[in-house]
């Protein structure tokens, strides 16, 4: 298995979504993850099969998961954004290095393993699985949770985009989280339909205790990074007018990224009179507390593979309003939808839970249900039934 790395704030969703995967994949395979990642010592090793420890300086195995870490910076969520300014053009170059060295890294690494299949995760492997299945003739699976086509506001192709196409056009099979992918990658990446596979996130139970909220407002929460790919300005026109029409109502914005500065000084969320709050990234734990005192979930994405933090909040009882260029949507039967332009549909639906308690609570169960359904094991049996597909 090719990257992304342990769950950090550079990879977010993507990041706790593979290690809740090679965590249930285990169970059916000898697993060993080449990833990026800072130096770690060597601890809580024990045997296991195939896999020669003594011949890496730098190898945790853990639970009968053999990790190869790489010093790297490589961000799967880095998109060139045309690259027009020194600054842009400096951040390119450095990231073009790092990628290179990563993959000189990764083929370096594999020679030392035997291994029956290549499983890469997004674009920063797909340079070294590439190299590899053509050393070493093996199946390659490439398992998409984020495109350069959803990063890049403009939508316009870049070398990053050429990455992935070319791998994902010589994978033998390729996985996508949600249909909404699925349909990204045969549209624009012209990947044929037949060698795709959908395989949907899921969410582990969470259990949380009863916070006292801080307001009495009802609240409605923003969570993920700051960049164009997920609306955080649609969510700050949405504020406005739902607070125009309500204004016993408060707004969070939870995350951070390139845009916050710029979120914060264009002052589009001052109409709501102080209401407005910025969080920063929160880690897990005060994410949990920060999902019990808000009321609503919306996620106004442009374009969203899937979208785990809608699971999160439904899971811990909100309501949630996404946008239909949504993965997550796909397994939440009860959520409220609207094109992510429509800012309007969008207030709307808010309103409509903050107004009527049944379809409040409705939407709340019925999303509950359904995620019940979701389980990482699922999801990893799924994965290995490809796996067994392209090696047969």
């Not at 285990?26 to 060597?42: A, C, M």
């Not at 339909?193 to 923003?222: C, T």
Request: aromatic residues 8%; negative net charge.
């Amino acid at each position: 298995m090719l990257g992304p790395g342990e769950p950090t704030a550079l990879n977010s969703g993507l990041g706790i979504a593979t290690q809740h995967i090679a965590e249930y994949l285990k169970s059916q395979v000898e697993l060993t993850i080449i990833h990026p990642g800072e130096n770690i010592e060597t601890k809580n090793s024990y045997e296991i099969r195939n896999v020669d420890t003594s011949k890496f300086e730098d190898v945790v195995v853990s639970r009968d998961i053999a990790r190869i870490s790489i010093t790297s910076k490589l961000t799967p969520y880095f998109y060139s954004g045309g690259s027009s300014t020194p600054e842009e053009i400096e951040i390119e170059s450095v990231v073009r290095a790092e990628l290179k060295s990563f993959t000189a890294e990764v083929i370096s690494a594999s020679k030392k393993l035997e291994f029956d299949v290549i499983y890469a995760h997004d674009w920063t492997t797909i340079p070294s699985a590439l190299e590899i299945k053509e050393a070493t003739n093996k199946p390659l699976i490439i398992h998409i949770h984020s495109l350069d086509y959803d990063r890049n506001p403009s939508q316009s192709e870049s070398w990053i985009f050429d990455i992935e196409k070319k791998g994902l056009l010589a994978a033998d099979h390729v996985i996508a989280v949600s249909q909404y992918t699925s349909d990204v990658l045969t549209q624009h990446y012209q990947v044929p339909e037949h060698k795709i596979a959908i395989v949907h996130n899921a969410i582990d139970s969470r259990e949380f205790d009863q916070v006292q909220k801080v307001f009495s407002e009802k609240m409605i929460l923003f969570v993920g990074r700051l960049t164009g790919q997920k609306g955080p300005s649609i969510f700050m026109q949405i504020a406005a007018k739902v607070h125009e029409q309500m204004p016993d109502t408060r707004f969070v914005m939870a995350g951070s990224g390139e845009l916050l500065k710029q979120l914060i000084e264009t002052g589009a969320y001052r109409s709501v009179s102080g209401k407005f709050h910025f969080t920063g990234q929160v880690d897990h734990e005060k994410m949990n507390e920060l999902y019990a005192r808000c009321d609503i979930y919306c996620m106004p994405s442009i374009s969203e593979p899937f979208g785990l933090s809608a699971l999160e909040a439904a899971s811990m009882g909100l309501p949630v309003v996404l946008s239909k260029q949504s993965g997550a949507a796909e397994v939440l039967p009860a959520a409220f939808t609207a094109d992510y332009w429509e800012v309007n549909e969008f207030v709307e639906h808010i309103i409509t839970l903050l107004k009527d308690k049944k379809v409040y609570e409705k939407s709340v169960k019925d999303n509950q249900d359904a995620i019940h359904q979701l389980t990482w094991q699922k999801a990893a049996d799924s994965i290995f039934e490809i796996m067994k597909k392209v090696i047969d």
